[in-house]
C-alpha cells in the first residue's frame, strides 16, 4: 500500500525554535520573496521505499508525469494501492491512472490519515527551515538535497511514514 502527497516548498520556509542563552532574544532569518516549487512524492510505510518528483506547478498533467516516474520505479507486475487526499486535481477528468493501480480516496479533510504529512513535518523541520534561498535554482537545488537524504533511507521513511492503521489492511 503506497500513500501519495504534495507537499509546496518556498522561499518563505518555515520558521522553527532555536536554541539562545538565557536571558537573549532568540532569532531567526526569515525571507519574504514568494519563489516556491512543489514535491509530488509516495511512500510505501511498509517496505520503506518512496517516489518523487519535484515541479514548478501542481495539476493534472504534473500528476500524470508524477505517475510516469512511478511506473519507472515501480515494478509493472504489482498491483498498487494508492491512498491519497480528493484534492481538486485528483480529482480532475484529465488523470489518467495506470492499469496496475487502485486508488483510494482519503475521507475529505484528513491530512492525519496520511503518512506523507510526516514526511513533510520531517523535511520542513530538519532541511527546510531557518534558512533563506537566493534564487530559484538554489531552492530547487535544497528540495533535491533534503529528498535524496530521505528517500535513500529507508528506515528513515519506514519510521517517520509509519502508519498503524495500514498495518493492519
Not at 519507472?72 to 491512498?83: F, K, L, T
Not at 484528513?110 to 527551515?129: A, D, F, I, Q, T
Request: a negative charge; one cysteine or more.
Amino acid at each position: 500500500m503506497w500513500f501519495q502527497d504534495e507537499a509546496r516548498f518556498g522561499q518563505q520556509g518555515t520558521l522553527t525554535r532555536v536554541w539562545a542563552q538565557r536571558g537573549s532574544r532568540a532569532w531567526a532569518i526569515r525571507q519574504t520573496r514568494y519563489d516556491w516549487l512543489y514535491v509530488i512524492a509516495a511512500v510505501c510505510p511498509q517496505t520503506g521505499q518512496s517516489v518523487g518528483l519535484l515541479a514548478p506547478t501542481i495539476h493534472a498533467e504534473m500528476i500524470n508525469a508524477f505517475f510516469g516516474q512511478f511506473a519507472q520505479e515501480v515494478s509493472p507486475d504489482v498491483h498498487v494501492v494508492m491512498v491519497w487526499d480528493q484534492a481538486g486535481f485528483h480529482m480532475s477528468k484529465g488523470v489518467r491512472i495506470p492499469e496496475n493501480m487502485t486508488i483510494v480516496s482519503l475521507p475529505a479533510y484528513s491530512p492525519e490519515l496520511n503518512p506523507v504529512e510526516n514526511l513533510w513535518h520531517y523535511l520542513r523541520s530538519h532541511y527546510w527551515s531557518n534558512r533563506i534561498y537566493a534564487d530559484y535554482d538554489e531552492l530547487c537545488l535544497a528540495a533535491i538535497d533534503a529528498w535524496q537524504k530521505a528517500a535513500l533511507n529507508p528506515e528513515l521513511i519506514q519510521s517517520v511514514c509509519r502508519a498503524s492503521y495500514a498495518e493492519r489492511i
